[in-house]
């Protein structure tokens, strides 16, 4: 086999009704491709705002890797769970760069570029956490001395105001900055 790195791009049609489905779709597969030994990198765009045509490319250090990806269980899981949605069209492999941006000539960027390293769900979810206590106990405590009668409220609606109320900030300012915070834990530098 071949060492030198391999592009695959994979012409797809998409049922316009689950463009939403069909996006957490391509995701998943990124998400799984970059997993494999020899994963260099994977994106993907549409024909057009309103095109079903979809392109997608991604990339392996060699044939033996791309083999190892093509073969796996996980891609043809991947592959059975969009069958109902997507349908592929056309599959090129290259081992240069050149022609792969001739076509299509107008496009709409939905993803592209390389995955990055995705630290483990255990560091994820000490990173929430850090995030998420402080908040909630500041919330708590101040809902607690500045809104009477809250302890008489039923569970459900003080679960609902918390989480209609702290989402938000947990999504937009606790999270970017705790991540900011420990990147160099998060993802440290191979």
């Known amino acids: ?32 491709a970059s997993n494999y030994p020899g994963f260099l990198g994977s994106g993907w765009v549409r024909a057009g705002t309103y095109s079903t045509t979809w392109h997608m490319l991604y990339r392996f250090a060699d044939d033996a890797a791309l083999l190892h990806w093509e073969q796996s269980p996980e891609r043809a899981w991947w592959l059975q769970s969009g069958s109902s949605f997507v349908h592929e069209r056309t599959t090129e492999r290259r081992t240069g760069i050149e022609g792969w941006f001739d076509e299509p000539t107008e496009i709409t960027v939905e993803h592209a570029g390389v995955v990055a390293d995705v630290p483990p769900r255990w560091k994820q979810a000490v990173a929430i956490w850090l995030g998420f206590f402080p908040l909630n106990l500041l919330f708590t405590l101040l809902v607690t001395l500045l809104v009477p009668g809250w302890e008489a409220l039923p569970i459900i609606v003080h679960v609902l105001i918390t989480t209609l109320c702290l989402t938000p900030i947990m999504t937009y300012v606790m999270l970017p900055g705790v991540t900011r915070l420990l990147r160099p834990w998060l993802s440290p530098t191979k």
Do not use: H, K
């Open 1 to 32: 086999m071949d060492n030198t790195p391999i592009t695959v791009s994979i012409e797809r049609t998409v049922d316009p009704a689950r463009i939403f489905e069909a996006t957490a779709w391509m995701q998943t597969g990124i998400n799984l």
